[in-house]
């Protein structure tokens, strides 16, 4: 089938995309997160020119395509971009063949373990400790992400002592029998990461995130070589040949792209490949509840080399006030720490007609 028409539906913060194929049958996907309109913009003028009219049974070779076709234009946004167009491709193809995409995956619906991931760094480390305690006590979950360094911080902490104080008081609240893990978001110096992560070792953490600048690989394979802890990294990293050399001189331990800011599913397997090749499981980073969550849900389930948990954010209208409302049904209900991807075609979900209509919309179509 051939793209007859691209849609986009946007404001700053989050923007969908709905495609029609030539037999009007649709699928709906998101572009990344974060100055979306933007990202909706680039769709329409650099994507799309290079799709309308084109078969799309190849979804990574019509992706492929469009990068070399605009290849003046690199990095991010035409990568936040394409996921959009990849991400609505799936749906319609579940909605032709009535599966979910899980299974056009190779997959199976079922549950999958989460962890609650805090986004906040202006909380202190005891009403951290107590809003995990709630959430383990009303949603069952047995593992927590908390931040640590100050972002970017270059060895400066959010304030001073936070890291050191947060992490035994973290651990001394759950207990032993609940997973910790941390990020730093490049908030470290190689030396300083290894100090912390020594830290993180004797309080049993067993995740340390982006401990230092993230284009800095041979600053993270340093902290990697140095520490027992699992480094992890690769959330900000768009390009394939980055991540090949990534795993190639194993610069962290696990593996944790972005479906959307890498350029959608079709990309993000060819991460999941070269990681299962090199032996280092995947838990991608999927920190908001617009879609991406939900397009990881699907992708876990059926890659192998899935790592332990799915990132789960726990920030809700006073962090992310442009959350509400996206969905006519909400695919994220957390019971005994698990979600649930579902057995309904394509991504198993409606998004809010209201929202829809209160959103700028835009649309590319062949004559």
Same mark, same amino acid.
């Given at each position: 089938m051939k793209i007859k028409c691209v849609e986009t539906f946007s404001n700053q913060y989050v923007g969908f995309v709905r495609i029609t194929a030539e037999d009007g049958?649709?699928? &709906?996907?998101?572009?990344?997160?974060?100055?979306?309109?933007?990202?909706?913009?680039?769709l329409h003028r650099q994507v799309a020119p290079h799709v309308l009219g084109v078969e799309f049974d190849d979804i990574d070779a019509l992706?492929?395509?469009v990068i070399e @076709?605009?290849?003046?234009?690199?990095?991010?946004?035409?990568? @936040?971009?394409?996921?959009?167009? !990849?991400t609505a491709i799936w749906d319609l193809r579940g909605k032709v063949t009535g599966l979910p995409?899980?299974?056009?995956?190779?997959?199976?619906p079922g549950k999958l373990r989460a962890y609650a991931s805090s986004m906040k760094r202006d909380i202190t480390p005891a009403?951290?400790?107590?809003? *995990?305690?709630?959430?383990?006590?009303? *949603?069952? *979950?047995?593992?927590?992400? *908390?931040r640590i360094a100050a972002e970017y911080g270059h060895d400066v902490d959010e304030w001073p002592g936070r890291t050191e104080e947060i992490v035994p008081m973290i651990r001394k609240a759950l207990g032993p029998e609940v997973a910790l893990l941390v990020d730093a978001n490049s908030g470290f110096s190689p030396e300083r990461a290894i100090e912390v992560g020594r830290m993180l070792q004797d309080n049993g953490i067993e995740h340390f995130e982006e401990p230092c600048l993230y284009w800095e690989l041979?600053?993270?394979?340093?902290?990697?070589?140095?520490?027992? =802890?699992?480094?992890?990294?690769?959330?900000?990293?768009?390009? =394939?040949?980055?991540?090949?050399?990534?795993?190639?001189? @194993?610069?962290?331990d696990i593996v944790q792209p972005d479906i959307l800011y890498l350029g959608g599913i079709s990309r993000t397997l060819r991460v999941c490949a070269m990681a299962r090749a090199a032996g280092l499981p995947v838990t991608p980073h999927s920190a908001n509840l617009g879609m991406v969550t939900l397009f990881t849900m699907h992708l876990l389930r059926a890659i192998e080399g899935a790592g332990k948990y799915l990132e789960f954010s726990i920030e809700g209208p006073d962090y992310y006030p442009w959350q509400e409302g996206l969905f006519v049904t909400s695919p994220y209900d957390v019971?005994?720490? &698990?979600?649930?991807?579902? !057995?309904?075609?394509g991504w198993g979900v409606e998004i809010n007609p209201e929202w829809l209509a209160r959103s700028h919309y835009q649309v590319s179509k062949t004559e």
């Open positions: 049958t649709q699928g &709906m996907g998101q572009l990344s997160t974060y100055h979306s309109d933007i990202a909706s913009l680039v992706s492929e395509k @076709r605009e290849h003046k234009f690199p990095g991010s946004y035409m990568k @936040r971009a394409i996921g959009g167009l !990849d995409v899980v299974k056009l995956l190779g997959g199976e009403d951290e400790a107590e809003r *995990f305690k709630r959430l383990r006590d009303r *949603f069952g *979950f047995d593992a927590f992400k *908390f041979e600053q993270t394979k340093q902290v990697a070589q140095a520490l027992d =802890i699992a480094v992890t990294g690769g959330e900000q990293d768009c390009e =394939i040949a980055t991540w090949r050399h990534m795993i190639d001189m @194993r610069a962290v019971q005994d720490g &698990m979600v649930t991807v579902s !057995d309904a075609p």
